[in-house]
C-alpha cells in the first residue's frame, strides 16, 4: 500500500480530509477563518453510476461551469486556469462543520488518480476512500468563446452514502464555492460465483 | 406452484361491459419457480426481499417485503409463499404487524407510478387481504425537501414502539410519519426544521419510547414522542442509507450502519466514534439487529453481503461512554448466509417472537428470497441453518426472457436471466407443471436459444465478470464457457437485450465493444467479425433482429440500455463486415427511443416508445423503417390506465434502489408467427395485447384493483415469447418481469375490431321547430367484426334513429353504417350534442362523437324617426299625430310579431286584429303609432313589440312628445266692446259731456303665441267735436317684456271748424309683464302731422303791389305724446286700475307744451262683462287749458287685466293712449 501511495504521491499532493478526528481541529479552524463565499452563477450537477469496469465501484460524474463574467471577476482567464478543487462531504452542514475532503482538480486517469491522503494516522473514513480519475477540461474554442463545462470522474464512493459536493476555486480575494449539490452513491451489487472474488484494483 | 387467472378484459374495470365479441379471452399463470434447484443458494427463485416480519401473535404468518414485486405472505411458517395482491404497490420496503393485533400489518413501498400515488405507507387491518394508503400518510404542502417527494411518495424503515404498539413511526422520503392510533391517521414530523424533510431511511422506538431515526440528516434522537430533536455534538453520523438498532440494555447504545459503515454510539448519539469494519462490504441494503442474550450479553447482527453476529458486552455497572459494546468485527461469526444455505446480499432477519432473550433468528431475506433457519433451539439456532420455502416469493428481477417455440404444447423451452438469483431454464415451458432449472447462481443477464442449445450469461467472475456458457437445450447437460469470447466485455446489468441467433449455430452479441456475430458458435475457436465497426453506434446494447429472405437486418439501441432512458436506433443490414450503421430516423421532437421491438419478418416494421422532447413520451409505430412514426394513441392511454399512472415520473424507483425516475413503457414485441400480434406493457399499468398490428389494444392484467378483481396485476413486462402450439389456434405468451418472475399467458386470437367515425353528422342550418337529417357514419378500419350495441345523444335535439334491425349493430371490415340523426332544435343558436356509440372496439368502447347544428333566428330591428320623439302637439278633439315605427327582420327565420303595447294612453299602438305579424327574413313593416294626448305636459312612453327574437323577445321603442301650455295651444283671445259716458270738465272743453264706444281685438300668434297684433277703434262724442281713431299695434313678448309698435289714424271734427280732419301718428311702447302689475313706456310721434279744417282771409295793409289778400288757416295737428303706463290690481280677480301719463309736445304757435293723464278703474261684473270709471286730462283734444272727462263705462267681452299677466307668454296688449291732437290757426 505504502508504495502504491508513493507512486500516486507526486500527482496527488493535496487531497485534504478536514475534521475527521480532534487532531485535524487546527486545520478545520484554519479553513473556518476563510469562510468561502457562495458563487451561485456557477452551476453543478451530479450524475452517479456504476463503473463498467470494476465491479461494486460506484462512481460519480460531476459536470460545472462557471459563467465568463465570475471567472472575470475572480481574476482567471478561463476556468481551467483556475485554481479549483472538488470538496465532498457526507456529514449534514459538513461543510460549515468542516467535515469534508477536498482535492485539487488536476490531470488524472484511472491508472494515475488522485487520491486523498489522510491527515496524521488516521485512516480516512470509507466514505471519503474517494479517486479522482478523470477530469475533462474545455477545449480551446469552448475557452475563448465562454467559461465553458469542466468534467470530473470520482471513483470509490460508498455505497448508498448521500454526498454532497462542490467545487471551490481559491484567488487571490479569497475563496469562492459553488453551490452545493447532493447525490446518494449508486450501489453496484454483484453476485460472485462460488470460489471467485471481485477482482481487486491493481495497485 | 402455478396460479390460474381467467380474465376478460376490455381495459379498466370501467370498460368490462363492452360487447365481448371482440375481447381477448385470456388465461394468465404464474410459472415462476418455486424453489431454485442450484446447491448453490446464490441460485435462488425468491428475488430479493428486502424485509420479513414474523406476527407475534401468530408466529405462522410471516410476510415479505420484495423489492420489485410487492408484498408475500406465508401463513404456514415460512414454508409457501403467496403474493398479497390487495397491496397495490409493487415496489415495497417494510412490512411489520401489531404485535398484539395481527390484523394489523403495516408496509412501506416506494412510489408507484400513480397520478394519486397510493405507494409510501399502507395499512391493512385484515391481515394483509386489503390495505388502504390513509389519507394522512401524505406530508403536508410544503413540508419535503422537493414537492414531488410529496407527489412521488416513498417510505422506509418501520418501527413499532413495544411499550405502546398503537405509536407507530415509519421513515419517509419526507420526515418521519408518526401514528399514534394504529396507523388510522398519521402526522409528520420533520428532525431538522430548519430546512426540509428529507430522507429518513430507518427508526428504532425503544426503552419507553425513545425514537432513533438516521438518513439524510445523520442521527436524531427524540424522547418526547417526535416533538424535539437532538443530533451529534461531534463526530456525527454520516448521511445516506441506514439501518439503525438499539442495545437491549443501554438505551443510549445504538449501532447503525450507513452506506457499508458500521458506527456505535455510546452516549444516545452526541458522538458516533466507533466504527466496525466491515466484513463484506457490498452496500446492496446492509442492516444491523441486536438480539438479547443471556445475561449482560447480546448479539449484534450485520448483514451485507453476508450475515455476521458479534457478541457484545454491556458493562457493568451500565453507563454511558466507556468502550465499545461489541467485540472487533473481525471477531464476529459468520458469514452465515452463502455457507448455511441462503443467498448473500441481506435484506433483514427476523426473530423468534415474544422471547425474552435468546430469540433464535428464525427468517433471513436477501437477494434470493427468503429463508427458514432449520435450527429453531438456543444456542444452536443462533449459528443458522438456513434453507429455501418449498415455494418462495415469486420476485425474480429478469434481465433475459427467451422462449424456442417447439412441437407441441408442452415443450417450450423457455430461459431466465435474473438480477442475484442466475439463469434458469426449462423444456416445459408450455405444460401445466413448468420444471425450472436453476443452472447457474449469481446475476443472469442474457439469454439466447435454439432448438439444440441456449446461450447465457452470467456474472460475477473474477477477471472477465461476465461470461458466456453454452447449454443444452432447456439448461440442460453440460454448460461450457465459451472459448473465444468477442473483444470487449459482456454486456450486464441491463434490461435490453445483447445476445441472440440469427440462423443455426449463427449468433450475435453486442460487447461493449460492439456488434459482433458468428457464424457458428461451436467452433473452436469462435470467429466474431463486428458488423460495421467503423460505424459502430457507442454503447450498443438492446439487440434485435429481422430477417427478409434469409438477410438479417440487426438494430441496436445506442444508450438507455434499460430502456428507460432516451436512445437512438441504428440498424445493419446482413453480416458484412464492411457495412455501414445507418441510424432509425426519431420522431420529430423527441430526445430518442426507450424500448423498440422490430418484426421478425420486416425491417421496416418497429414499434417502439419515444421519450424526452416536446412532445414527451408517446408509443409509436413505423411501417417503413422510421421515415414516419405513427403515435399509438390508443395505447398511450392504456400506459397510463387513463391517466392514472404518469407516462414518466421523476423521482420512480429504479434498479438497486436508486429513484432516478422512470416511463411507462417496459414492453414491446411482435409476435414472429403473426403480424396482427403486438405485446406492449407498463412498469405500473401492466399488460396490453394488440390483435390489429397495434392500432387497437387490450389490458389483460389489472393494475387498478388486483386484490378485489382477482386478475393479477404483472408490473414492469420487459420480455415475451409467442407460442402457436397451442390446440384450436391457443396462443401462449410468455412473459418476463422485473419483479414477479415469468408468466403465461393464454388466449386465442380475435380480431379486434376499430370504429372509426370520418366526421360527425352535419345538419343545415333551420329554424327552431324544423327537422333535419343528418348522416353518422360508423366505420369498422380492422379486421374483427365491429358490434354498435347503441348510439345515445346527450341533447334530445338529436336523436338517432334505431336502424330498421334495430340495435346491435354489426358493420364488418372496412364497411361503414350510416346512422340516421335527426335534429329538431328547439332553440337558436349553434345546438351540441355528444354522440355516444357504444361498441366493442377494445380501446374504444364508448366512443364520444361532438355533433353540432345551427339553429337560425329572427332578429327583430326597429326603426322609428326622430328617435320616436313625436314633437310639441297641441291636442284637440279627433285630433292626432301619427309615427311610423319599422319593424325589420334581419335575422334567417320568420319573425312573428305577437303583440304591441304602450305603456301610456297618449301614445297608442295600432290595433291589430289578429297576430301574430309574420315578417319574412330581410322583411319590414311600419306600424303606426298615435300621439293623442289629452293633457299638457312631456309626454312618454314605451311601445313593446313582443317577438319570437330569441335575443329579446320584447323589444321596446321609447315615444315621447310634448303638449305645450295653454298660453301656446288656446291662448287667450281678448276682445272687448267698449262703452262709456260722463261729463267733461275744463273751461276749453267742447262739450259737457262725452259719448264714447269702441271695440277692441288682440291675437296672439307665431311660435309660442309670442307675437300679437291689437287692432282698436273707437268712436267719441261730445257735443262740439267727434272723433273716431283706427290703430293697429304689432307686439312682441319675451318673457317679462312686451315691445310694440303701432300706428293710429284718427278723424277728428270739431265742430268749430269749417270740415273735418284727419290725423296719423306712430307709437312705440315697452312693457314691463310682471305678475301683479304692469308698466310701460310709450312714444308717439305723428305722421300725418295736420290737417287743414278750416281757413279765413282779410285783406291787408296795402302794398305798392297792391293790397295782399291775407288767408289764415284752422290747423288740425298731432300732439307727439311720451309717457308710461300701469295697471294694477286692486283687488284680486274683481278691482283693477288703468292708468297713463304722458308728457305732450304741442306745435301751436306759442302753445306751452303740456300734459295728459288718464286713470280707469274697473271692476269685473262677470266674467264678460266689467264696469269702469274713468277720468282723463287732455286724453285726446289739447287745448290752450286743460279739458278731460269723467265717464263710467262697461266693457263686454275680454280685455286684458292684472289676472292676465300670470300668462308667460302671450302679448297682453299695448296702453298706449289716444291720439292727442290740437287746432290752431296758421298763416298761410
Same mark, same amino acid.
Given at each position: ?7 500516486f ?7 485534504t480530509?478536514?475534521d475527521?478526528?480532534p487532531? =485535524? ?22 450524475e452517479?453510476?456504476?463503473?463498467? =469496469? ?14 465568463q ?6 481574476g ?7 485554481r479549483?478543487s ?12 468542516n ?11 484511472? @491508472? ?10 488516521q ?10 480519475? @478523470? ?16 468534467t ?10 448521500t454526498? =454532497?459536493?462542490r467545487i ?6 479569497g475563496?469562492?464555492?459553488?453551490p ?24 | 406452484?402455478?396460479?390460474?387467472k381467467?380474465?376478460?378484459f376490455a ?11 371482440a375481447q ?14 442450484n ?11 428486502n ?19 410487492g408484498?408475500f ?8 409463499w ?8 409493487t415496489?415495497t ?43 394522512t ?7 419535503c ?7 412521488e411518495?416513498?417510505a ?11 405509536h407507530?413511526f ?14 388510522v391517521?398519521?402526522?409528520f ?10 430522507n ?18 445523520g ?9 424535539t ?19 437491549p440494555?443501554?438505551?443510549?447504545v ?28 457490498q ?7 441486536t ?6 450479553n447480546f448479539? +449484534?447482527?450485520f ?18 461512554g ?33 422471547a425474552? $432473550? ?9 437477494d ?5 433457519n ?23 428481477w ?10 407441441g ?5 423457455l430461459y ?13 415451458g408450455?405444460?401445466a ?7 447457474r ?23 472477465r465478470a ?15 464457457e465459451?472459448?473465444?469470447y ?9 434490461e ?19 456488434? &459482433?456475430?458468428?457464424?457458428?458458435i461451436?467452433?473452436s475457436?469462435?470467429?466474431?467479425t463486428?458488423?460495421?465497426?467503423? $460505424?459502430s ?7 434485435a433482429?429481422?430477417t ?8 441496436v ?5 434499460? !430502456? ?9 443490414q446482413?453480416?458484412?463486415t ?14 430518442g ?6 418484426d ?7 414499434i ?6 416536446a412532445p ?6 413505423t411501417?417503413?423503417?422510421?421515415a414516419?412514426?405513427?403515435v ?9 390506465? !387513463? ?7 421523476q423521482?420512480?424507483?429504479?434498479a438497486?434502489?436508486?429513484?432516478s ?7 414491446v ?30 389490458l389483460?392484467t ?44 393464454? &388466449? ?43 348510439i345515445?345523444?346527450?341533447?334530445p ?6 336502424? $330498421? ?11 361503414? &353504417? ?9 332553440t337558436?343558436?349553434?345546438?351540441t ?6 361498441s366493442?372496439?377494445?380501446?374504444m ?21 326622430d ?5 310639441e ?11 311610423a ?15 304591441l ?6 301614445f297608442?299602438?295600432?290595433h291589430?286584429?289578429?297576430f ?8 319590414n313593416?311600419e ?9 299638457s305636459?312631456?309626454?312618454?312612453a314605451? +311601445? ?8 329579446g ?18 291662448p287667450?283671445?281678448?276682445?272687448s ?11 276749453a ?7 264714447n264706444?269702441?271695440?277692441?281685438l288682440?291675437?296672439s ?12 277703434a273707437?268712436y ?11 290703430d293697429t299695434? +304689432? ?9 310694440g ?10 265742430? $268749430? ?7 296719423s ?20 310721434k305723428?305722421l ?16 305798392p ?6 288767408v ?15 295697471? +294694477?290690481?286692486?283687488?284680486p280677480?274683481l278691482?283693477?286700475?288703468d ?5 305732450l ?8 307744451n ?7 278703474v ?13 277720468v ?20 263686454v267681452?275680454?280685455?286684458p ?22 287746432? &290752431?290757426?296758421?298763416?298761410?
Open positions: 500500500m505504502r508504495s502504491c501511495w508513493l507512486q504521491g507526486i500527482l496527488a499532493v493535496a487531497f480530509v478536514f475527521l478526528s487532531q =485535524t481541529t487546527a486545520l478545520a479552524e484554519q479553513a473556518a477563518q476563510r469562510a468561502p463565499q457562495v458563487e451561485s452563477r456557477m452551476t453543478l450537477s451530479i452517479t453510476f456504476c463503473s463498467e =469496469t470494476k465491479l461494486r465501484t460506484s462512481n460519480a460524474r460531476l459536470r460545472w461551469s462557471i459563467p463574467t465570475a471567472l472575470s471577476g475572480i482567471a482567464a478561463t476556468v481551467s486556469a483556475a479549483q472538488l470538496e465532498a462531504t457526507v456529514y449534514k452542514n459538513g461543510f460549515e462543520k467535515l469534508l475532503v477536498s482535492l485539487p482538480i488536476g490531470a488524472a486517469t484511472a @491508472d494515475r488518480p488522485i487520491v486523498p491522503q489522510a491527515q496524521g494516522r485512516p480516512l473514513p470509507r466514505a471519503f476512500q474517494l479517486r479522482l480519475i @478523470d477530469v475533462q477540461q474545455p477545449g480551446a474554442t469552448a475557452e475563448a468563446t465562454a467559461a465553458g463545462e469542466m470530473a470522474v470520482v471513483e470509490n464512493l460508498e455505497p448508498g452514502v454526498y =454532497t459536493w471551490a476555486i481559491d484567488t487571490p480575494s475563496r469562492i464555492v459553488s452545493s449539490a447532493a447525490s446518494e452513491a449508486r450501489v453496484c451489487p454483484a453476485d460472485m460465483v462460488q470460489g471467485t472474488a471481485v477482482p481487486r484494483r491493481k495497485k | 406452484m402455478t396460479r390460474v381467467v380474465i376478460l381495459g379498466l374495470a370501467c370498460l368490462l361491459a363492452s360487447a365481448a365479441s381477448l379471452s385470456v388465461v394468465v399463470r404464474d410459472i415462476s419457480p418455486d424453489q431454485s434447484n446447491s448453490d443458494p446464490d441460485g435462488a427463485s425468491g428475488g430479493r426481499v424485509n420479513v416480519t414474523i406476527d407475534r401473535s401468530n408466529p405462522a404468518r410471516v410476510y415479505a417485503a420484495s423489492e420489485f414485486g408484498i405472505r406465508s401463513t404456514d411458517g415460512g414454508l409457501t403467496s403474493h398479497l395482491n390487495g397491496h397495490v404497490p415496489v420496503w417494510d412490512v411489520k404487524v401489531d404485535p398484539t393485533n395481527s390484523n394489523k400489518v403495516y408496509a412501506t413501498s416506494f412510489y408507484d407510478g400513480r397520478a394519486n400515488s397510493r405507494s409510501g405507507i399502507n395499512v391493512s387491518t385484515d391481515g394483509g387481504n386489503t390495505w388502504t394508503h390513509p389519507a400518510a401524505t406530508p403536508p404542502v410544503s413540508f425537501q422537493s414537492d414531488v417527494r410529496r407527489n411518495p416513498a422506509f424503515g418501520i418501527a413499532i414502539d413495544p411499550a405502546n404498539p398503537s407507530v415509519v421513515g419517509t422520503n419526507c420526515g418521519l410519519a408518526i401514528s399514534t392510533d394504529a396507523g391517521t398519521w402526522r414530523a420533520d428532525p431538522t426544521p430548519t430546512d426540509r424533510a428529507d429518513i431511511g430507518d427508526v428504532v422506538v425503544h426503552h419507553g419510547g425513545i425514537i432513533d431515526v438516521c438518513g439524510d440528516d442521527h436524531l434522537r427524540s424522547t418526547d414522542g417526535g416533538t430533536w437532538t443530533t451529534a455534538t461531534s463526530q456525527p453520523l454520516q448521511s445516506g442509507r441506514c439501518s439503525i438498532a438499539a442495545s440494555d443501554e438505551s443510549y445504538l449501532f447503525a450502519v450507513v452506506g457499508t459503515s458500521i458506527f456505535e454510539t455510546d452516549d444516545g448519539g452526541q458522538t458516533w466514534p466507533i466504527s466496525y469494519a466491515n466484513p463484506a462490504p452496500g446492496r441494503i446492509p442492516f444491523v439487529e438480539n438479547k442474550r443471556s445475561g449482560r448479539d +449484534l447482527w448483514g451485507d453481503v453476508g450475515v455476521f453476529r458479534g457478541t457484545c458486552t454491556t458493562p457493568s455497572p451500565a453507563v454511558p466507556g468502550t465499545q459494546r461489541c467485540t472487533a468485527s473481525t471477531a464476529w461469526g459468520g458469514s452465515f448466509t452463502r455457507s448455511n444455505g441462503a443467498h448473500d446480499d441481506s435484506g433483514s432477519m427476523a426473530f423468534v417472537p415474544g425474552t $432473550s435468546n430469540a433464535c433468528p428464525a427468517f433471513f431475506s436477501s434470493g428470497g427468503v429463508f427458514r432449520t435450527l429453531t433451539s438456543s444456542p444452536a439456532c443462533h449459528t443458522p441453518a438456513w434453507t429455501q420455502p418449498n415455494v418462495t416469493p415469486h420476485a425474480l429478469e434481465y433475459s426472457f427467451e422462449g424456442v417455440s417447439r412441437p404444447a408442452t415443450p417450450e423451452d431466465l436471466g435474473n438480477q442475484d438469483n442466475g439463469s434458469f431454464g426449462t423444456g416445459s408450455g405444460g407443471t413448468v420444471t425450472w432449472n436453476n443452472e447462481c449469481c446475476d443472469g443477464f442474457d439469454t439466447a436459444g435454439d432448438a439444440t442449445r441456449a446461450l447465457t450469461t452470467v456474472c460475477c467472475f473474477g477477471g461476465t461470461r458466456l456458457f453454452i447449454s443444452g437445450a432447456g439448461l440442460t447437460g453440460a454448460s461450457p465459451i472459448g473465444t468477442p473483444p470487449g466485455n459482456m454486456r450486464s446489468f441491463e435490453l437485450e445483447a445476445l441472440l441467433t440469427f440462423s443455426a449455430n449463427a449468433y450475435a452479441v453486442t460487447s461493449t465493444s460492439g456488434v &459482433f456475430v458468428t457464424s457458428n461451436t467452433a475457436p469462435i470467429v466474431w463486428q458488423l460495421g465497426a467503423s $460505424s453506434p457507442a454503447n450498443a446494447c438492446g439487440l433482429l429481422s427478409t429472405g434469409g438477410t438479417p437486418t440487426f438494430f439501441k445506442s444508450g438507455g440500455c434499460d !430502456g428507460d432512458r432516451a436512445g437512438t436506433l441504428w440498424r445493419y446482413g453480416t458484412s464492411t457495412g455501414t450503421w445507418q441510424q432509425v430516423p426519431t420522431p420529430a421532437g423527441a430526445s427511443f426507450g424500448i423498440y421491438a422490430v421478425a419478418h420486416d425491417p421496416q416494421r418497429l417502439a416508445s419515444q421519450l424526452g422532447g414527451g413520451p408517446h408509443m409509436v409505430l411501417r417503413n423503417g422510421g414516419t412514426w405513427n399509438l394513441s390508443a395505447l398511450d392511454t392504456l400506459m397510463t390506465a !387513463g391517466g392514472v399512472f404518469l407516462y414518466q415520473n423521482t420512480g424507483p429504479t438497486f434502489t436508486s429513484f425516475g422512470y416511463p411507462q413503457p417496459t414492453l414485441a411482435f409476435d414472429p408467427s403473426d403480424p396482427d400480434l403486438v405485446v406492449a406493457g407498463g412498469a405500473d399499468s401492466g399488460v396490453f395485447i394488440s390483435a390489429n398490428g397495434g392500432t387497437r389494444w387490450q389483460v389489472d393494475p387498478i384493483a388486483p386484490g378485489t378483481s382477482g386478475i393479477p396485476h404483472i408490473p414492469r413486462p420487459y420480455f415475451a415469447h409467442f407460442d402457436h402450439d397451442g390446440p384450436a389456434g391457443e396462443i401462449k405468451l410468455s412473459l418476463g418481469t422485473r419483479g414477479r418472475g415469468p408468466w403465461r399467458l393464454t &388466449f386465442k386470437k380475435v380480431l379486434m375490431p376499430e370504429i372509426q367515425v370520418p366526421s360527425p353528422p352535419s345538419f343545415d342550418a333551420s329554424c327552431a321547430g324544423d327537422q333535419q337529417h343528418g348522416a353518422l357514419k360508423v366505420c369498422n378500419t380492422s379486421g374483427g367484426d365491429l358490434v354498435i350495441s347503441s345515445t345523444s346527450s341533447n335535439e338529436f336523436t338517432i334513429v334505431v336502424p $330498421s334491425g334495430g340495435f346491435p349493430v354489426t358493420i364488418s371490415h372496412d364497411f361503414c &353504417f350510416p346512422f340516421e340523426v335527426l335534429f329538431t332544435g328547439t337558436p343558436g349553434t345546438r350534442t355528444d354522440l355516444t356509440i357504444t366493442n372496439d377494445p380501446n368502447p364508448v366512443l364520444h362523437v361532438a355533433a353540432s347544428a345551427s339553429v337560425g333566428q329572427p332578429t327583430a330591428v326597429t326603426v322609428v324617426a328617435s320616436g320623439n313625436f314633437g302637439f297641441c291636442p284637440a278633439p279627433n285630433r292626432f299625430k301619427d309615427l315605427v319599422t319593424i325589420n327582420n334581419r335575422g334567417t327565420c320568420p319573425l312573428l310579431v305577437t303583440a303595447s304602450s305603456s301610456s294612453p297618449d297608442q299602438a295600432p291589430v286584429l289578429t301574430p305579424i309574420k315578417i319574412a327574413p330581410g322583411d313593416i306600424l303606426p303609432v298615435r300621439f293623442q294626448p289629452t293633457t305636459g312631456a309626454k312618454s314605451s +311601445l313593446s313589440i313582443t317577438t319570437n327574437d330569441p335575443a323577445a320584447v323589444k321596446v321603442v321609447a315615444l315621447s312628445g310634448t303638449v305645450p301650455p295653454d298660453y301656446v295651444c288656446a287667450p283671445s281678448f276682445t266692446i267698449d262703452a262709456a259716458i260722463g261729463p267733461t270738465f275744463g273751461s272743453r267742447t262739450g259737457g259731456y262725452t259719448v264706444t269702441s271695440g277692441h288682440l291675437r300668434f307665431g311660435p309660442n303665441r309670442r307675437f300679437g297684433v291689437q287692432a282698436q273707437e267719441m262724442f261730445y257735443p262740439g267735436r267727434q272723433e273716431g281713431e283706427v299695434t +304689432l307686439l312682441y313678448r319675451h318673457g317679462l317684456w312686451q315691445v309698435v303701432g300706428g293710429t289714424f284718427k278723424d277728428a271734427n270739431v265742430r $268749430s271748424e269749417a270740415s273735418a280732419g284727419s290725423l301718428e306712430v307709437a312705440v311702447s315697452v312693457d314691463a309683464l310682471l305678475s301683479t302689475i304692469r308698466f310701460g313706456a310709450f312714444a308717439s305723428g300725418k302731422e295736420s290737417d287743414v279744417v278750416g281757413a279765413a282771409s282779410v285783406l291787408g295793409a296795402p302794398t303791389a297792391g293790397q295782399p289778400l291775407i289764415t288757416e284752422q290747423v288740425l295737428h298731432t300732439v307727439d305724446a311720451a309717457g308710461g303706463t300701469v295697471q +294694477l290690481s286692486l283687488v280677480n278691482w283693477w286700475l292708468a297713463n301719463a304722458a308728457f309736445n304741442r306745435h301751436a304757435p306759442g302753445a306751452s303740456t300734459a295728459g293723464a288718464a286713470l280707469r274697473s271692476r269685473q261684473l262677470l266674467p264678460w262683462l266689467v264696469g269702469n270709471v274713468a282723463d286730462v287732455n286724453e285726446s283734444f289739447i287745448r290752450s287749458s286743460a279739458i278731460g272727462t269723467v265717464t263710467v263705462g262697461l266693457s267681452g275680454r280685455w287685466r292684472p289676472q292676465d299677466l300670470s300668462n308667460p307668454a302671450n302679448p297682453l296688449g299695448s296702453l298706449v293712449p289716444r291720439l292727442h291732437y290740437e287746432v &290752431f290757426d296758421r298763416v298761410r
